[in-house]
């Protein structure tokens, strides 16, 4: 392993020694490499069925999970059954033999403070889920039975098809998903890739001959068998105790020998590429992606050559392919990496965001992605380089910190499926060998007669429509003058191969702790400045998080200044970027964004090189340069996310709805897009220094810091931003407390098939007690709802309850998104369930009520997993001017407080009394107009037309509320 100083000089041996211990993976008991990081123990085995299982033994950990990850997915769905893969997903939730209560499952990991799902993608099939510590043996037993004994009950295949098909109806306005199956229909016909992968009732109906409930069970039948599945099982108990219970459990699953389907077509039929494919957008978007059909991956993990070439094509600071195309005003973002990589095949894909400046440079760009790859191959391919990447990969194998269980198991049952069982933990960061050739033998496929050229915009030619979900689009040769251009055309002399990155951490020491605290403590504080510290002595890596929040009037007093904070942030992110993304590479990044008071900047990583950042970030930030074409190009990005809100799906709009509704100040996106119109540059440069004139300042500095260090770092803001300004307080936004008995509607104009409803219930007040009290209420409702209404019922695909507290207010939704039918209906179902479950609530028992108490305060308690977690819960409690930093802890004691009686009137007089708070924010589907101009004219509400004017003359929760 050769190192590089960040000097010329020769590390001294001993120091070289030392360095390279450091970096060295270590191996568990069983041979599974692990970082020097990882307290946790590993063991992989096979059981006689021939399952792959790897468990982990955590005994710090507060969530047990569990994944299985089956190596089949939509790439075997039958061509006159597409989308049967993903409807199995579906089926296995639906009961089983040893439990065949539809939702019972869900409901015995809901109830106990967990969270499940799965997903059904080309190759595999991954289920998984967590729940508190204390229930993984019996939550194993449930999730097993998917794998040995699931009923397929007819009724519900029959139901279930509504909701794949509603899933699929969900989809149909979604770019990403549109785009996607455009890819499909230019894809070889004969490869499984083309196929429609969803799955619609036409696709899953029964058939003369062909009942679909017959093909799922012989699919399951023939696919689902234990020699192509990999089991990860997390938990706080020993590995021998985990052992024993998979083997127990997960030993009946059968093996059928299965095997994994050998594709031999290629991904693209021969003859048809290059090509140029034109897709027209719902949203108003320019995307151009360039992509190369390669070579399978998988077995060059250990030297990742592509990753090396989508390193230097990726690449954004000074002489990068995005540094020029900036420049030239045609690009405003840029990715490499590869977008699709299976056992068979992968590609490498080159994507790119557009100014509206650049869709007509459509060939220009592509020439410079051309002439970049042509400067890699003549001067790009260095030991030195792959060096870096290997140094920055193993940095953060050693200095790994805890995922969230539920996705680490996710994850590790994908990989086990790729990897060795040794290498399942390392193989995502291993780069052991520098292999030029192999990097060349890729370079050498990325070449203008092996492209598919995407464009993604609005007014391009086309003259074809996708039959399932009615995009236009063209495909087109890319002519024989343009194929030369992009072979032949020169580097331009501004590209340049990354010079050696000087964020590269050199001291990564833990330091000793010095002055251990269980919470923040104040090291500053006067008027208009508060200087938060703690010295992490939990989590012991050498990372820090460094937060400043700016808080000023002037941000977003009118719709004006909060355009113009949007603006400058923009433009601030712009100047930084191609400083900035040398330390992103190198794990140090940072974060600047708008919000009500201000915006805030938040620096997470490496802490030896945060000074550096955070110097080049205020100066960024006191001295931005604003350049008209830059300012332009700014603008009219912000302009195109504004008008795309409206294309947003109807349920995320509904809910958003809301948030304008109560908030303040909050301005509507028409009100900003008018106030955008007449901006200038000179507006910007004369708003900027009244924005930073009066502020107050909140910092947190958390992690691997002494108190001097924090004290360093707020220097260099107290130095050249806080010293030019005048100290002041800047409230917090507020919320409108909505009046009892008042039937508030607001309806949108969303153009989409289906109708959707968001139904905000607003607690009274700001208290402990109503917050525990509104928490409950989700928790025991949530699984309950989603049964009803989505899998009884079938409404719709999106279902769920959930509370939706805005600034410290408590409160819950209830939100559909229906094919089925009107938002009328929906919440007259809506009103039905909650009505009718109130029975089931009076009617719980103790043991069962204690059930659901356990699964929130799991919920509330949940240990925080790395230590940006736990800077980000500090930061909140900042901004909630909580400096005792446990408002967990006093939720959970008045979660604790709450008893059934309590609770049954709590719930009668919030979701059912005559005087509740509520408001309705909805949209009607294009299919559902007629029936619901007919229902409409029988309501009696308050219909809000205007969310500034409903806003007028209401009241607010007070500022601080003790209610108890």
């Known amino acids: 392993m050769e190192l590089h100083a960040m000097h010329s000089r020769l590390l001294p041996s001993a120091l070289f020694l030392a360095l390279y211990l450091l970096y060295l993976p270590v191996c568990s008991g069983d041979n599974v490499i692990k970082s020097q990081n990882d307290q946790r123990q590993y063991e992989s085995f096979l059981l006689s069925n021939r399952l792959k299982v790897l468990v982990i033994s955590d005994p710090d950990t507060d969530k047990a999970a569990a994944a299985m990850d089956v190596f089949v997915g939509s790439s075997r769905d039958p061509k006159d059954r ?12 639906l009961g089983t033999k040893k439990y065949p209560t539809p939702g019972e499952y869900q409901d015995f990991v809901s109830t106990r403070g967990g969270n499940h799902n799965a997903y059904t993608a080309f190759e595999h099939t991954n289920y998984f889920f967590d729940i508190d510590k204390d229930y993984l043996e019996p939550a194993l037993d449930r999730f097993a039975q998917f794998f040995i004994a699931p009923l397929f009950t007819p009724e519900y295949v029959d139901r279930e098809k509504n909701a794949v098909h509603s899933e699929y109806q969900s989809r149909k306005k979604d770019d990403d998903t549109r785009l996607h199956q455009v890819w499909k229909r230019v894809a070889n016909p004969g490869h499984p890739f083309s196929n429609f992968n969803v799955g619609n009732l036409d696709t899953l109906s029964d058939r003369k001959g062909a009942k679909v409930r017959d093909e799922l ?48 077509e290629p991904i693209f039929a021969e003859g048809r590429l290059p090509a140029r494919v034109n897709v027209i957008p719902l949203k108003d978007r320019q995307i151009i992606r360039l992509t190369f059909p390669i070579p399978a991956l998988f077995e060059f993990y250990r030297s990742k050559p592509v990753h090396y070439i989508a390193n230097l094509l990726g690449h954004e600071a000074e002489g990068s392919l995005l540094s020029l195309l900036k420049k030239k005003g045609w690009v405003d973002s840029l990715s490499a990496g590869s977008q699709m990589s299976n056992r068979s095949s992968a590609t490498l894909d080159v994507s790119m965001r557009l100014t509206k400046e650049g869709v007509p440079y459509i060939n220009d760009i592509a020439s410079h992605v051309f002439q970049y790859l042509r400067l890699i191959e003549k001067r790009g391919i260095k030991q030195w380089i792959f060096d870096e990447q290997k140094r920055i990969s193993e940095i953060d194998f050693r200095f790994q910190e805890k995922p969230a269980p539920i996705s680490y198991v996710r994850s590790l049952a994908s990989n086990l499926q790729i990897y060795p069982a040794s290498d399942v933990l390392y193989g ?108 992490d002595n939990t989590f012991r890596v050498p990372r820090a998080d460094f937060y400043f929040s700016i808080r000023s009037k002037s941000a977003n007093d009118s719709p004006e200044h909060a355009v113009l904070t949007q603006l400058y942030v923009k433009i601030v992110n712009d100047q930084l970027n191609e400083f900035s993304y040398p330390a992103y590479l190198a794990g140090l990044t940072y974060d600047l964004y708008k919000h009500l008071r201000g915006f805030t900047v938040r620096i997470s990583g490496y802490n030896d090189k945060q000074a550096l950042l955070l ?17 332009a190009i700014a603008k009219d990005e912000l302009g195109r996310r504004l008008r795309n809100e409206r294309r947003e799906p109807p349920h995320r709009q509904t809910v958003s709805e809301v948030s304008r509704l109560l908030l303040k100040p909050h301005w509507t996106g028409e009100r900003r897009l008018t106030a955008m119109q007449r901006l200038t540059v000179k507006d910007l440069e004369e708003f900027i220094p009244k924005l930073l004139s009066r502020i107050e300042v909140v910092i947190l500095a958390h992690g691997n810091l002494y108190r001097r260090d924090a004290l360093d770092l707020a220097k260099v803001l107290e130095e ?55 928490s409950l209420t989700a928790q025991v409702l949530s699984s309950p709802f989603y049964n009803d209404l989505r899998t009884d019922k079938q409404l719709g ?116 009394s005559e005087n509740r708070k509520r408001i309705v924010a909805r949209s009607t589907g294009d299919q559902h107009k007629m029936e619901f101009a007919e229902k409409e004219r029988a309501q009696k509400y308050i219909v809000i037309r205007d969310p500034d004017s409903f806003k007028e003359g209401k009241k607010y929760f007070p500022r601080y509320d003790d209610t108890p």
């Open 82 to 93: 597409q989308g049967l893969a993903h409807f199995l997903e579906h089926m296995l939730f």
């Open 797 to 912: 695909y999106i279902v769920f309850a959930t509370s939706m507290p805005l600034l410290e207010v408590p409160g819950m939704v209830f939100i559909v998104q229906s094919p089925i039918t009107d938002p009328i209906e929906l919440e007259t179902h809506i009103e039905r369930f909650l009505l009718d479950y109130y029975e089931s609530v009076a009617r719980m028992s103790e043991t069962d009520f204690e059930k659901h108490r356990q699964g929130l305060l799991a919920r509330i308690l949940e240990k925080d997993k790395r230590l940006r977690t736990r800077s980000n819960r500090y930061w909140t409690e900042l901004d909630r001017e909580n400096y005792n930093f446990d408002s967990r802890r006093q939720l959970a004691d008045a979660v604790r407080l709450i008893t059934k009686q309590e609770f049954v009137k709590f719930y009668k007089r919030f979701l059912l």
């Open 720 to 774: 050249k931003l806080i010293s030019k300004s005048t100290p002041i307080s800047v409230p917090p936004g507020q919320v409108v407390k909505l009046p009892g008995a008042k039937q508030y509607v607001r309806q949108l104009e969303i153009d989409h098939p289906d109708s959707a409803i968001t139904i905000y219930v607003q607690g009274a007040n700001r208290s402990y007690t109503t917050k525990a009290m509104v």
């Open 428 to 535: 995502p960061y291993a780069m052991d060998k520098y292999d030029p050739t192999l990097i060349r033998y890729f370079l050498a496929r990325l070449t203008p007669d092996n492209v598919l050229v995407t464009v993604n915009a609005k007014d391009l030619q086309t003259n074809m429509q996708d039959p399932w979900f009615d995009t236009a689009y063209q495909v087109t040769g890319l002519g024989s003058d343009i194929i030369e251009r992009l072979q032949n055309d020169e580097p331009d002399p501004l590209l340049a191969i990354p010079k050696r990155n000087v964020f590269l951490p050199a001291d990564l020491s833990v330091k000793l702790p010095k002055e251990v605290t269980s919470k923040p403590i104040q090291l500053k504080k006067s008027r208009g400045f508060e200087l938060w510290f703690q010295q």
């Open 217 to 264: 069970v012989d699919f399951y039948s023939r696919h689902y068998s234990a020699n192509i599945m990999t089991l990860v099982v997390l938990g706080r108990e020993p590995n021998a105790v985990l052992r024993q219970w998979v083997t127990k459990k997960f030993s009946a699953i059968k093996n059928v020998d299965a095997e994994p389907l050998h594709i031999t």
């Open 615 to 631: 110097s080049h970030i205020v100066e960024a930030l006191t001295s931005p340069i604003i350049k008209p074409e830059r300012f």
